[in-house]
């Protein structure tokens, strides 16, 4: 089983659509939790930073993990054409530097 | 704002040849990171470098070499390349307690 596991999608929503993204991990030692946005031909940049369970709003993104089920999300409300990309989640424990990725879904909002 | 600065942006070299990959961050974070990504595999961790002259194998260090002599820069080199070097590499740094942030990458192809 991989350590972490996300839906490649591809994923195809009309603009206003709410979204949905998804990670499963198996490691219950992981405590950190992230997602990355990544256009095309740049590096990811940081959208959301959560430590431990619970929910994290910023503007239209909404961050949940639920450490039991051992599962994160990502929600985009209202979402724009802006917002196509690929989103990455990504994890790591307390003490390690080793940041251990999704392979990222692919989300396309159409006008 | 210049953050992590990346270059080349693009490289095309041939087996055995050696390349060097160069890394600038302006934040004075400690941390810094080389990753790989590869479709199918995601980001991988090459090396990572915790402070000058502090420097630590991650997931894939084989066939590259880093250095750290300045907090700054963080080069990575390869030292004979082959065609499974071909990849995307981003570099990232980071502070104490905070996550990581990415460059925008540098394209490599090895024929």
């Known amino acids: 089983q991989k350590e972490v596991e996300q839906d490649p999608g591809p994923l195809s929503v009309p603009e206003g659509a709410i979204v949905s993204l998804n990670c499963t991990y198996s490691n219950s030692a992981f405590q950190y939790f992230m997602w990355y946005r990544q256009y095309s031909r740049k590096g990811p940049e940081l959208l959301m930073y959560?430590?431990?369970?619970g929910n994290k709003e910023d503007g239209r993104f909404t961050a949940q993990v639920d450490k039991s089920s051992k599962y994160i999300s990502l929600f985009i409300r209202d979402s724009q054409p802006s917002d196509s990309a690929t989103y990455l989640c990504?994890?790591?424990?307390?003490?390690?530097?080793?940041?251990?990725f999704g392979k990222g879904t692919k989300l396309t909002v159409n006008p | 704002d210049a953050g992590i600065t990346q270059s080349p942006r693009y490289k095309i070299t041939e087996t055995g040849r050696q390349v060097t990959l160069m890394c600038h961050q302006t934040w004075s974070h400690s941390y810094m990171f080389w990753y790989r990504q590869d479709l199918g595999h995601g980001l991988r961790l090459i090396y990572y470098s915790a402070a000058a002259d502090i420097t630590d194998k991650g997931e894939v260090p084989d066939g590259y070499v880093v250095s750290r002599s300045k907090t700054e820069n963080f080069p990575l080199t390869l030292e004979s390349a082959t065609r499974s070097q071909t990849s995307v590499y981003f570099c990232?740094?980071?502070?104490?307690?905070?996550?990581?942030?990415f460059g925008d990458g540098t394209r490599l192809s090895i024929l």
């Open positions: 990232a740094s980071r502070s104490s307690n905070q996550p990581q942030h």
């Open positions: 959560t430590y431990s369970s």
């Open positions: 990504a994890m790591i424990t307390g003490g390690s530097e080793k940041l251990v």
